[in-house]
């Protein structure tokens, strides 16, 4: 056992004359004084010693762990100083140094345009409401008098979700059908008509999914939805907003005309154009030569869909609109394919400034 102990004191001394790191020195204190090491061998091995010599070698094993922890202890304050000095070496900065240029972001074109439609819209007094991306069938479709036999509840062109994957609040959603992502933000319109009487005057933007992909199409896009209800509301008071918005966004010359159109949650619906902003209605490609760009869908809301979210129709008129952000976004800076705004491509977006 002796000659063990002295054996160990050689080990420590070779040891520590080549510790360079504190993870080195990290390894060899386990080494000797770990709950496995050797010094901490020997002491659980006492139990093996004659009682008489177990006084005697216990005064020596004390004094090999002593020595050993002086010995690591004195080891560790020069290396915490020789890393730490090596450390203010690395991270020195040079304050004379010119610093390095960052360059500057930029916003998204659909971010552009959103925040713009909202500055528009909120300056004619609307409020935004940002509904769920999980809707139900109720809200999506059924709320919105769409049939139950409409092409656009099919799986082809709506993406639903098994209800079983997702943990999800029952009281938000109820049991009103299959959950699927929106294929329209109309469905927050439902939710608001139905916690707020009217006047009611929301936009409703955000993300919607549809089974589409084209160059001019995309699963995944974003609308932005208009709702305003009210006693005496008429398609002129329609008709005004949308000029308003039109010569915002794309000019004081512009000019809006409606055509008619079908819309299941509005009657009468109407598909909104706006003369060309670059041929100023003379014919050009933008246009494809008629004067003007069809660039949203309107219409008065329609009685069923007030009566189910409780809204008496004989009191009560309103009319609702909706566009696609990106569409607004490629018409407004001559973007040609739809799958740029989508791509992440910093040398297209950084051409865009707020």
């Known amino acids: 056992m002796k000659d063990k102990i002295k054996e160990i004191e050689k080990q420590i001394d070779a040891a520590v004359s080549d510790i360079q790191t504190s993870k080195n020195l990290m390894e060899i ?3 000797f004084l770990g709950k496995t090491g050797e010094i901490s ?43 730490l000095k090596k450390r203010y070496a690395e991270e020195k900065i040079d304050v004379t140094m010119p610093g390095k240029e960052t360059a500057d972001g930029a916003y998204h074109p659909n971010t552009l345009i959103r925040q713009e439609l909202i500055s528009i819209f909120s300056g004619m007094g609307f409020e935004v409401f940002e509904g769920p991306e999980i809707e139900n069938e109720y809200y999506n479709f059924t709320a919105l008098n769409t049939p139950d036999d409409h092409p656009a509840r099919d799986m082809q062109d709506t993406f639903y979700i098994d209800a079983n994957t997702l943990v999800i609040e ?63 509301i008429t398609l002129c008071d329609l008709k005004g907003m949308l000029d308003e918005f039109a010569k915002k966004i794309f000019g004081s010359g512009v000019k809006t005309r409606l055509r008619p159109s079908y819309f299941p949650f509005t009657e009468p619906s109407v598909e909104v154009d706006v003369s060309c902003f670059e041929c100023g209605g003379k014919g050009c490609r933008l246009c494809k030569g008629t004067g003007w760009i069809e660039v949203l869908g309107a219409g008065m809301v329609n009685r069923r ?39 992440g491509d910093v040398r297209f977006l950084k051409q865009f400034k707020a």
């Open 305 to 343: 869909v007030l009566e189910g979210c409780g809204v008496d129709p004989d009191v009560y008129t309103g009319f609702a609109f909706g566009m696609g952000i990106e569409r607004i976004a490629m018409l407004k800076y001559g973007i040609n394919n739809m799958k740029l705004l989508f791509e």
């Open 41 to 83: 061998t020997l002491m659980k091995n006492m139990r093996d010693v004659p009682a008489e010599e177990r006084p005697s070698l216990g005064k020596v094993l004390n004094a090999l762990r002593q020595f050993a922890e002086e010995r690591f202890a004195s080891i560790e304050e020069k290396i915490k100083k020789a890393e």
């Open 29 to 31: 204190k386990m080494k």
């Open 170 to 232: 029952d009281e938000y959603y109820g049991e009103t059908g299959n959950l699927l992502l929106r294929t329209q933000t109309s469905a927050g319109q439902i939710r608001v008509m139905e916690n707020k009487k009217p006047p009611i005057k929301i936009l409703s933007p955000g993300k919607v999914y549809r089974s589409d992909d084209d160059a001019t199409h995309s699963p995944m896009f974003s609308q932005m939805e208009g709702l305003v209800v009210d006693k005496g």
